[in-house]
Antibody
């Protein structure tokens, strides 16, 4: 069974940097796309962007371009989502999600989610 | 860009059938596939319908999806409702640059 295992919850202060991770459980990790989805408290799902770990081809949703950085280390089957300067409005649960294409295909596997709390 | 509009909430009794709509604001609903995701409280989402009408393995056939070109909307229908179906449901489609989620519908089974 394919699994995506995300890093644990984080509590940060505004202005701090952060990098959260999503690790795949199988060799085909580099042959799928891994996306990130934000869910703010009590709100819906928002698509942030996606990366192909095989060659690090990355596409961002216009709303998140320049706000976050998505990267990958295929040698350890891990994708990352990072912020250089967090804001209180970044408080949310972040899910990674596996799919076969950057846009068309459905998500077939979800990570368990990482709660990020940004508070002074 | 476009939006997907869902009712905020629906409720129905166990054993009944409920339909959740998802209306596309611009562009044809039929042009790009629609997926549906279920999110139970405190859990990550899971896929219940993909490519408008397809069910992943393990999803019961009580769940079905459809497209209505006349209303430019997609629908998720759940028959024989069970208490375990109580969850938030999100539709999702895409355009040339990104995926778009609907705002979500809270299904209450009472």
């Amino acid at each position: 069974e394919v699994q995506l295992v995300q890093s644990g919850a984080e509590v940060k202060k505004p202005g701090e940097s952060l990098k959260i991770s999503c690790k795949g459980s199988e060799d085909s990790f580099t042959r799928h796309w891994i996306g990130w989805v934000r869910q703010m408290p009590g709100k819906g799902l928002e698509w942030m962007g996606i990366i192909y770990p095989g060659d690090s081809d990355t596409r961002y949703s216009p709303s998140f371009q320049g706000q976050v950085t998505i990267s990958a280390d295929k040698s350890i089957s891990t994708v990352y989502l990072q912020w250089s300067s967090l804001r209180a409005s970044d408080t949310a649960v972040y899910y990674c999600a596996r799919t076969e294409t950057p846009i068309l295909a459905h998500i077939d596997t979800w990570g368990q989610g990482t709660l990020v709390t940004v508070s002074s | 860009n476009f939006m997907l509009t869902q009712p905020h909430s629906v409720s129905e009794s166990p054993g009944k059938t409920v339909t959740i709509s998802c209306t596309r604001s611009s562009g044809s609903i039929a042009t790009n596939y629609v997926q549906w995701y279920q999110q139970r409280p405190g859990s990550a989402p899971t896929t219940v319908i993909y490519e408008d009408t397809q069910r992943p393995s393990g999803v019961p056939d009580r769940f079905s999806g459809s497209i209505d070109r006349s209303s430019n909307s997609a629908s998720l229908t759940i028959s024989g409702l069970k208490t375990e179906d109580e969850a938030d449901y999100y539709c999702q489609s895409y355009d040339d640059s990104s995926r778009v989620f609907g705002g979500g519908t809270k299904l209450t089974v009472l």
